[in-house]
Antibody, heavy 122, light 105 residues
């Protein structure tokens, strides 16, 4: 059974760097075809994909946020870490990590964490 | 960047009705499109992947079709538990559509 859980601060100040950790179980990020992504959702708004890391350490980033994002993996700890620099109140959102479905040509996310709410405020 | 236009943004239908949601891509994306369901306060759930493949465990009243630039998501017979917001997502930049909120009339 695959599970994922996000952790990190609930409140960050403007200009600070946000670091979120996704801790997962039930799969290995060293297995071919596997990936973990981050997606966020501001209150009352649509989903926004942020980043995706693959088993081979290939990475994809949202073009509009690429300069602010870094995604890394620690296979031994079963963790994926997302950092976002220069946080702004518009970055207030629920942040989700999700498992990329193996053998999906379109990188579908089939298992999601519960999400963690991050508020950006001074 | 490829843009996704999802419509309608909301709809109201009766139990048992056929419901259709569309997503249009600004460029050809082959069949690289997924559909998700999100209920209030919950994480999204994958329903359809690669345009037309039903995710394991998802009821067969849900279906997806299309390729290229035009895609359709259908609920063949709306049920009360289908009240949710539905999103399409394309592969190029993994962009999500704006969502369609489905309500019961």
């Amino acid at each position: 059974q695959i599970t994922l859980k996000e952790s990190g601060p609930t409140l960050v100040k403007p200009t600070q760097t946000l670091t979120l950790t996704c801790t997962f179980s039930g799969f290995s990020l060293s297995t071919s075809g596997v990936g973990v992504g981050w997606i966020r959702q501001p209150p009352g708004k649509a989903l926004e994909w942020l980043a995706l890391i693959y088993w081979d350490d290939d990475k994809r980033y949202s073009p509009s946020l690429k300069s602010r994002l870094t995604i890394t993996k620690d296979t031994s700890k079963n963790q994926v870490v997302l950092t976002m620099t220069n946080m702004d109140p518009v970055d207030t959102a629920t942040y989700y990590c999700a498992h990329k479905k193996r053998f999906s040509r379109s990188d579908a996310f089939d298992i999601w964490g519960q999400g963690t709410m991050v508020t950006v405020s001074s | 960047d490829i843009q996704m236009t999802q419509s309608p943004s909301s709809l109201s239908a009766s139990v048992g009705d056929r419901v259709t949601i569309t997503c249009q891509a600004s460029q050809d994306i082959s069949n690289y499109l997924n559909w998700y369901q999100q209920k209030p306060g919950k994480a999204p759930k994958l329903l359809i992947y690669d345009a037309s493949n039903l995710e394991t465990g998802v009821p067969s009243r849900f279906s997806g079709s299309g390729s290229g630039t035009d895609f359709t998501f259908t609920i063949s017979s709306l049920q009360p538990e289908d009240i949710a917001t539905y999103y399409c997502q394309q592969y190029d930049n993994l962009t999500f559509g704006g969502g369609t909120k489905v309500e019961i009339k």
